[in-house]
């Protein structure tokens, strides 16, 4: 079992940057991947990119440039920097454990982006 905690996310300013992690803890295999989610009001859950464990990172071709996923090495933790944020960045922001056939997910974290 894995257990995948998002934390950071918050209320700002358009324009501005914001950090949220990702940390999953529990049986964690060596081979296994993060993924990032976000679901906006009425909207359906997207995709934002993802890091494996070798540590290649993908995202959203919409969101290249403004959206960056790292990772710190040996703790299972990975953050999800947003730059200039815009007020359609407004989401809950998911993380996805996935390792084989199961994933686990976090609870979720809001985003917030307004004056």
């Known amino acids: 079992q894995v257990q995948v905690v998002e934390s950071g996310g918050g209320r700002v300013q358009p324009g501005g940057s914001l950090i949220v992690s990702c940390a999953a803890s529990g049986s964690i295999s060596s081979r296994y991947e993060i993924e990032w989610f976000r679901q906006a009001p009425g909207k359906k859950r997207e995709w934002v990119g993802g890091?494996?464990?070798?540590?290649?990172?993908d995202v959203e071709n919409a969101m290249k440039g403004r959206y960056t996923i790292r990772r710190v090495i040996g703790n299972n933790t990975v953050f999800l920097k947003i730059d200039n944020l815009k007020p359609d960045d407004t989401s809950v922001y998911y993380c996805s454990f996935v390792a084989g056939p199961n994933d686990y997910w976090g609870q979720g974290t809001q985003v917030t982006v307004s004056s």
């Open positions: 890091i494996g464990s070798c540590g290649i990172t």
